[in-house]
T-cell receptor
Framework: GAVVSQHPSRVICKSGTSVKIECRSLDFQATTMFWYRQFPKKSLMLMATSNEGSKATYEQGVEKDKFLINHASLTLSTLTVTSAHPEDSSFYIC?????????FGQGTRLTVV | AQSVSQHNHHVILSEAASLELGCNYSYGGTVNLFWYVQYPGQHLQLLLKYFSGDPLVKGIKGFEAEFIKSKFSFNLRKPSVQWSDTAEYFCAVNAGYNQGGKLIFGQGTELSVKP
């Protein structure tokens, strides 16, 4: 199988602070990883593609300076929500591909107060 | 641009009823198709997938889906639902072999099964 671990599962932060979310592929290497955002009762929206050794590719409408992505190694990608505001509160999910299939992390519930 | 459309926003069924959830996609080339389920408070789980071959694919928990290329559809079915099938269901598309893992999701269908 393939396991993707995401940490933390829940985080509450104050408005104006930054939060880092980690996504790790535990038993396989991933040169790309994907970050999604899920609003309550809504679908998953692809935010960006994280690329090991190069810049992330952001989807249209996603602020690069707000959502910083770093693919530090073949098993780790991080998403940093900078200067978080209440409207950034959401469920963030990462995935890593193995072959043609995507394996998802458990997700991170971010609440900005 | 690719898009995925799920026709039913919320489906309510009684136990033992049959289920069919519609999914249509827009992309003219090779596609890989997936159905995911998300139980309340839990993360996404893969129900089934289609890459090639037999267009009727069977997944976990008695679910199956049929890929109809001419209709750009990948509908999910289950002959007899259970209360435990209450969840959100997402259809997803991965377009082309060079896009491994990059998924476009449908809007999701909330399934409520009444005991």
């Amino acid at each position: 199988g393939a396991v993707v671990s995401q940490h933390p599962s829940r985080v509450i932060c104050k408005s104006g602070t930054s939060v880092k979310i980690e996504c790790r592929s535990l038993d396989f290497q991933a040169t790309t990883m994907f970050w999604y955002r899920q609003f309550p009762k809504k679908s998953l929206m692809l935010m960006a593609t994280s690329n090991e050794g190069s810049k992330a590719t952001y989807e249209q409408g996603v602020e690069k300076d707000k959502f910083l992505i770093n693919h530090a190694s073949l098993t780790l990608s991080t998403l940093t929500v900078t200067s978080a505001h209440p409207e950034d509160s959401s469920f963030y999910i990462c995935s890593a591909p193995k072959g043609l299939e995507a394996f998802f992390g458990q997700g991170t519930r971010l609440t900005v107060v | 641009a690719q898009s995925v459309s799920q026709h039913n926003h919320h489906v309510i069924l009684s136990e033992a009823a049959s289920l069919e959830l519609g999914c249509n996609y827009s992309y003219g080339g090779t596609v890989n198709l997936f159905w995911y389920v998300q139980y309340p408070g839990q993360h996404l789980q893969l129900l089934l997938k289609y890459f090639s071959g037999d267009p009727l694919v069977k997944g976990i928990k008695g679910f199956e889906a049929e890929f109809i290329k001419s209709k750009f559809s990948f509908n999910l079915r289950k002959p007899s639902v259970q209360w435990s099938d209450t969840a959100e269901y997402f259809c997803a598309v991965n377009a082309g072999y060079n896009q491994g893992g990059k998924l476009i999701f449908g809007q999701g269908t909330e399934l409520s099964v009444k005991p």
